[in-house]
């Protein structure tokens, strides 16, 4: 599945040169690696010796293997979930009125001294 655009990869064989026929993304990046983990050490689960420092790009690495799995999408439904779990918890957060913070001090300065 290319990280980049999400299809499926149909390709059989992946080179340093290979692209998503989608997107045009390179394949043969560490972002697409079964490898790749942001947590551990140099973000690869093989023993590399020096970091690749562009994951987004086509690299060298021997230990490239397409990664199989669906990635992780920035899907909101968690945060939705826990935003209205804490509203349950804790109330409503506070509407803003359409006075800024400005007019509000404003006004209260006039109720005050009558002006």
Do not use: W
């Amino acid at each position: 599945m290319c990280k980049k655009c999400g299809k499926p990869i149909l390709v059989t064989e992946i080179f340093r040169t290979t692209t998503c026929p989608d997107c045009g993304a390179d394949l043969h990046s560490c972002v697409n690696c079964k490898y790749y983990s942001k947590n551990s050490h140099f973000d690869c689960r093989e023993t590399i010796e020096e970091p690749v420092v562009d994951k987004e790009n086509a690299n060298f690495c021997d230990f490239y293997s397409v990664n199989p799995t669906p990635f992780k999408t920035d899907d909101k439904s968690a945060q939705v979930l826990a935003r209205s779990k804490a509203e349950a918890l804790f109330g409503s957060p506070v509407e803003s009125n359409s006075l800024s913070g400005k007019d509000e001090a404003k006004n209260a300065f006039n109720s005050l001294f009558g002006n």
